[in-house]
């Protein structure tokens, strides 16, 4: 039974993938070097884990004696996030909608998508920077960066979604005669809605645990409290602002749940 | 944004006895040199149901765009109503489009709406943008949707999502939606090419019980050519771009078909 042999041979259901072989060995091979040249090995971090059992050991138990000044700071965090999130929402819906390729002319969407990379080149941390450095410290600085940070995520997602749409849909309102706006109202936003939703409450989120992190760079929020305790090495009130911090996000993520519940 | 014209001056524009669509020249290419439709000349009176039969992809989806301009027409004209539709743009394009009612081979609701804001839909062309978003429709708009759901079989569904629906309810939604525009002409691309058998017949039962009863012309494309043979008051037969057949279902003989679909085993 040769011929049968060969043909068995010859057919071959699946061909190797050679680029793709070639690709993960040079990716194993450059992940080794990287760690190598880091001093990423057994010795440093066995001396890292006794540095980090003094640290935990500072921790314990968590104090709670400055609650004030904690509870002011979270307050402040949670407005800048919220205050954040409505407007980067209120300013992503336009944008995303104006981004979308299949829905307007390129000379439109090209300069909205490089505004949309723009406000995603750069972590939420070094925008604040800029905010503080240009409109001074507090809330205010933190509330912009937080803002642009969210428009570049939604509107990026968002955009994404309106390309992914059934068009036969669209098609079917268009051909009642309705004009443009009355197209996006009952031919474009039914179909994103939910996903825009989504989005947003991601962003919340996202928004929530970064608030608490534009203070470190004089942002406003619970970080400028946070930063402050680590300097004083008060390493018992950190524990405390921490676990405070989980706290919130909990709720929020609770909270965002049902928001998604009730649109869908 | 749209022209605040009252559903009077629509019908005004035509007359009761339904105004002819004339195709003169009609061409097509979607690519240059590629000719899709080739100098169609149709002339679709003012009433009855006129059926478009031949081979997939032999431009009769495309015809059925050119004439509501959802394709645009390369050369041609398409004379109605005292207009050439071919030549308009912006808002009097819209407002021709809102007096052709569309009815689609995958019906083509916007599926995370409910029945009520489909048919709906057929009056966005009448109602302001804002008012859309408001949800804020005319009554009688409101009430002439309820007397279509239940006109076409679906009443009490008007607050079930489209996409809870089966094929054929979709299709009487479609077809709901059309009407709703209070049309001068239905046009409707392959609406039964997604559906079964027993409700494919249904669904054109109610398109030529609807256009008779509301005197509005129907024009069907389809495969089936028994449907067209047993619903249309006139079959056009097109192959390769071209009208190659024009007359009545009675006159259509298997040499025609042949024409039309070309070969011969498969009539056996």
């Given at each position: 039974m040769s011929t049968l042999d060969q043909t068995a041979a010859r057919r071959r259901a699946?061909?190797?993938?050679?680029?793709?072989?070639?690709?993960?060995?040079?990716?194993?091979?450059?992940?080794?070097?990287?760690?190598?040249?880091?001093?990423?090995?057994?010795?440093?971090?066995?001396?890292?884990?006794?540095?980090?059992?003094?640290?935990l050991a500072r921790m314990f138990p968590p104090s709670f004696a400055r609650s004030e000044?904690?509870?002011?700071?979270?307050?402040?965090?949670?407005?800048?996030?919220?205050?954040?999130?409505?407007?980067g929402i209120v300013l992503a819906l336009p944008v995303g909608f104006l981004a979308a390729r299949n829905l307007m002319p390129v000379w439109i969407t090209w300069p909205m998508r490089a505004f949309?990379?723009?406000?995603?080149?750069?972590?939420?941390?070094?925008?604040?920077?800029?905010?503080?450095?240009?409109?001074?410290?507090?809330?205010?600085?933190?509330?912009m960066a937080l803002i642009v940070a969210s428009v570049g995520f939604i509107s990026k997602l968002f955009a994404e979604?309106?390309?992914?749409?059934?068009?036969?849909?669209?098609?079917?309102?268009?051909?009642?005669?309705?004009?443009?706006?009355?197209?996006?109202?009952?031919?474009?936003?039914?179909?994103?809605?939910?996903?825009?939703?989504?989005?947003?409450?991601?962003?919340?989120?996202?928004?929530?645990r970064n608030s608490t992190m534009v203070g470190i760079v004089g942002g406003g929020g619970i970080g400028a409290t946070l930063f402050t305790a680590y300097q004083r090495f008060d390493f018992d009130v950190v524990l405390a602002i921490l676990i405070?911090?989980?706290?919130?996000?909990?709720?929020?993520?609770?909270?965002?749940g049902w928001a998604r519940r009730v649109f869908q | 944004m749209l022209t605040p014209a009252t559903a009077n001056d629509v019908t005004d524009k035509g007359d009761a006895a339904g105004d002819a669509l004339v195709l003169r020249h009609l061409s097509k290419e979607y690519r240059a040199g590629v000719p899709v439709l080739k100098d169609i000349n149709l002339e679709?009176?003012?009433?009855?149901?006129t059926a478009i039969i031949g081979p997939s992809g032999t431009g009769k989806s495309t015809l059925i765009r050119c004439i509501n301009r959802l394709v645009q027409p390369t050369?041609?004209?398409?004379?109605?109503?005292?207009?050439?539709l071919a030549k308009l743009g912006g808002a009097a394009m819209r407002e021709a489009r809102r007096r052709i009612g569309m009815v689609f081979q995958e019906y083509n609701l916007v599926e995370r709406l409910t029945v009520m804001e489909n048919l709906l839909c057929g009056r966005l062309g009448y109602v302001s943008a804002w008012r859309v978003w408001l949800r804020r429709f005319p009554q009688r708009d409101i009430d002439h949707a309820f007397s279509l759901l239940e006109a076409v079989g679906l009443a009490g569904f008007e607050n079930r999502r489209a996409d809870a629906l089966s094929g054929g309810q979709r299709q009487r939604v479609g077809i709901a939606r059309a009407v709703m525009q209070e049309p001068k002409i239905i046009l409707?691309?392959?609406?039964?090419?997604?559906?079964?058998?027993?409700?494919?017949?249904?669904?054109?039962?109610?398109?030529?019980?609807?256009?008779?009863?509301?005197?509005?012309?129907?024009?069907?494309?389809?495969?089936?050519?028994?449907?067209?043979?047993?619903?249309?008051?006139?079959?056009?037969?097109?192959?390769g771009g071209r009208v190659v057949y024009d007359g009545s279902p009675g006159d259509l003989t298997d040499k025609d078909l042949n024409t039309i679909y070309g070969g011969e085993n498969w009539l056996e």
């Amino acid at each position: 039974m040769s011929t049968l042999d060969q043909t068995a041979a010859r057919r071959r259901a699946f061909t190797p993938n050679w680029p793709a072989r070639l690709f993960f060995l040079a990716f194993a091979i450059y992940l080794v070097y990287a760690a190598s040249r880091l001093g990423f090995n057994l010795e440093r971090m066995s001396y890292g884990l006794e540095h980090g059992q003094r640290f935990l050991a500072r921790m314990f138990p968590p104090s709670f004696a400055r609650s004030e000044l904690i509870i002011s700071g979270i307050v402040e965090s949670l407005q800048i996030a919220i205050i954040a999130s409505f407007f980067g929402i209120v300013l992503a819906l336009p944008v995303g909608f104006l981004a979308a390729r299949n829905l307007m002319p390129v000379w439109i969407t090209w300069p909205m998508r490089a505004f949309v990379a723009l406000c995603r080149s750069f972590h939420p941390i070094i925008v604040a920077i800029i905010f503080v450095k240009a409109i001074g410290f507090g809330a205010l600085a933190g509330v912009m960066a937080l803002i642009v940070a969210s428009v570049g995520f939604i509107s990026k997602l968002f955009a994404e979604a309106i390309e992914e749409i059934s068009l036969k849909q669209v098609e079917a309102v268009r051909a009642t005669g309705a004009g443009f706006f009355a197209v996006l109202v009952m031919g474009v936003l039914p179909q994103v809605l939910p996903r825009f939703i989504g989005f947003s409450t991601y962003q919340l989120d996202s928004n929530l645990r970064n608030s608490t992190m534009v203070g470190i760079v004089g942002g406003g929020g619970i970080g400028a409290t946070l930063f402050t305790a680590y300097q004083r090495f008060d390493f018992d009130v950190v524990l405390a602002i921490l676990i405070v911090i989980v706290g919130m996000i909990m709720v929020a993520e609770i909270v965002s749940g049902w928001a998604r519940r009730v649109f869908q | 944004m749209l022209t605040p014209a009252t559903a009077n001056d629509v019908t005004d524009k035509g007359d009761a006895a339904g105004d002819a669509l004339v195709l003169r020249h009609l061409s097509k290419e979607y690519r240059a040199g590629v000719p899709v439709l080739k100098d169609i000349n149709l002339e679709i009176p003012g009433s009855g149901l006129t059926a478009i039969i031949g081979p997939s992809g032999t431009g009769k989806s495309t015809l059925i765009r050119c004439i509501n301009r959802l394709v645009q027409p390369t050369s041609g004209e398409i004379l109605y109503g005292g207009q050439d539709l071919a030549k308009l743009g912006g808002a009097a394009m819209r407002e021709a489009r809102r007096r052709i009612g569309m009815v689609f081979q995958e019906y083509n609701l916007v599926e995370r709406l409910t029945v009520m804001e489909n048919l709906l839909c057929g009056r966005l062309g009448y109602v302001s943008a804002w008012r859309v978003w408001l949800r804020r429709f005319p009554q009688r708009d409101i009430d002439h949707a309820f007397s279509l759901l239940e006109a076409v079989g679906l009443a009490g569904f008007e607050n079930r999502r489209a996409d809870a629906l089966s094929g054929g309810q979709r299709q009487r939604v479609g077809i709901a939606r059309a009407v709703m525009q209070e049309p001068k002409i239905i046009l409707a691309d392959e609406p039964t090419s997604s559906l079964d058998p027993k409700t494919s017949v249904e669904i054109m039962e109610l398109l030529r019980n609807l256009g008779a009863e509301r005197n509005i012309p129907v024009v069907v494309n389809i495969h089936n050519v028994e449907l067209a043979r047993r619903f249309a008051t006139r079959i056009v037969g097109m192959t390769g771009g071209r009208v190659v057949y024009d007359g009545s279902p009675g006159d259509l003989t298997d040499k025609d078909l042949n024409t039309i679909y070309g070969g011969e085993n498969w009539l056996e």
